[in-house]
C-alpha cells in the first residue's frame, strides 16, 4: 500500500506542481532547438523565446501542453493496479517510468515541431498548423500509446523494458 500511496502523491505532485515540469520542458526545449540549428533560443521560466523573422516570440508551456498533466493519471492508474494487486511494484514503477519518458519525449518533439512549422509557414499558419492541428494528433498519439504500452506491460505482469514486441 506504501507505494500505491507514492504513486498517488506522484499523480498530484505532477498536477499541482506541473510548473516545474514545464519549466524544465521549456529549458529543454530551447536546448534542443539550439542542437537543430534554430538561431539562439533561450528558456525564461515556462517560456522558450525563440527569434522568428527578426522578431523574438516566446511559446509558453502551458499548463495544459505540459506532459506532467498527460503522466499524472498515469501515476493514479499504477497506483490503484498496485493496490488492486493486479500488477507487481516493480512492473508498475518500470513500466510508469518509461511511460512518462515517452510522454515527456513526444511532448518535447510536439514543441520543437510548433517552432519550425512557425519558421517555415510564418507565425500564424504555423502556429495554427502545428499547434492546434498536428501537435494535437501528437499529444493524443502519445498518451494513446502510452496507454497502449502501460496496459499491455500490466496485463503481462512485466515492465515495458522486458516486453517483446
Same mark, same amino acid.
Given at each position: 500500500?506504501?507505494? $500505491?500511496?507514492?504513486?498517488?502523491? =506522484?499523480?498530484? $505532485?505532477?498536477?499541482?506542481?506541473?510548473?516545474?515540469?514545464?519549466?524544465?520542458?521549456?529549458?529543454?526545449?530551447a536546448?534542443?532547438?539550439?542542437?537543430?540549428?534554430? /538561431?539562439?533560443?533561450?528558456?525564461?521560466?515556462?517560456?522558450?523565446?525563440?527569434?522568428?523573422?527578426?522578431?523574438?516570440?516566446?511559446? /509558453?508551456?502551458?499548463?495544459?501542453?505540459? $506532459?506532467?498533466?498527460?503522466?499524472?493519471?498515469?501515476f493514479?492508474?499504477? =497506483? #490503484?493496479?498496485?493496490?488492486? *494487486? *493486479?500488477?507487481?511494484?516493480?512492473?508498475?514503477?518500470?513500466?510508469? #517510468?518509461?511511460?512518462?519518458?515517452?510522454?515527456? &519525449?513526444?511532448?518535447?518533439?510536439?514543441?520543437?515541431l510548433?517552432?519550425?512549422?512557425?519558421?517555415?509557414? #510564418?507565425? +500564424? *499558419?504555423g502556429? +495554427?498548423?502545428?499547434?492546434? &492541428?498536428? =501537435?494535437?494528433?501528437?499529444?493524443?498519439?502519445a498518451?494513446?500509446g502510452g496507454?497502449?504500452?502501460?496496459?499491455?506491460?500490466?496485463?503481462h505482469?512485466?515492465?515495458?523494458?522486458?516486453?517483446?514486441?
Open positions: 500500500m506504501g507505494i $500505491a500511496a507514492v504513486m498517488v502523491v =506522484g499523480a498530484l $505532485a505532477l498536477f499541482f506542481g506541473q510548473h516545474a515540469v514545464r519549466t524544465v520542458e521549456a529549458g529543454l526545449a536546448m534542443l532547438l539550439g542542437v537543430t540549428q534554430v /538561431d539562439a533560443p533561450r528558456a525564461l521560466g515556462t517560456n522558450v523565446l525563440v527569434p522568428l523573422r527578426g522578431a523574438r516570440i516566446a511559446l /509558453d508551456i502551458t499548463a495544459s501542453c505540459s $506532459a506532467a498533466l498527460m503522466a499524472s493519471p498515469f493514479l492508474l499504477a =497506483g #490503484g493496479l498496485l493496490l488492486s *494487486r *493486479r500488477t507487481s511494484v516493480g512492473s508498475a514503477v518500470k513500466t510508469l #517510468g518509461v511511460m512518462a519518458l515517452w510522454l515527456f &519525449a513526444m511532448n518535447q518533439l510536439r514543441i520543437l510548433v517552432v519550425l512549422s512557425m519558421r517555415i509557414w #510564418g507565425f +500564424e *499558419r502556429y +495554427e498548423l502545428s499547434h492546434i &492541428a498536428f =501537435g494535437s494528433v501528437i499529444s493524443t498519439l498518451v494513446l496507454v497502449l504500452l502501460f496496459v499491455r506491460a500490466i496485463a505482469g512485466q515492465p515495458v523494458s522486458e516486453l517483446r514486441v
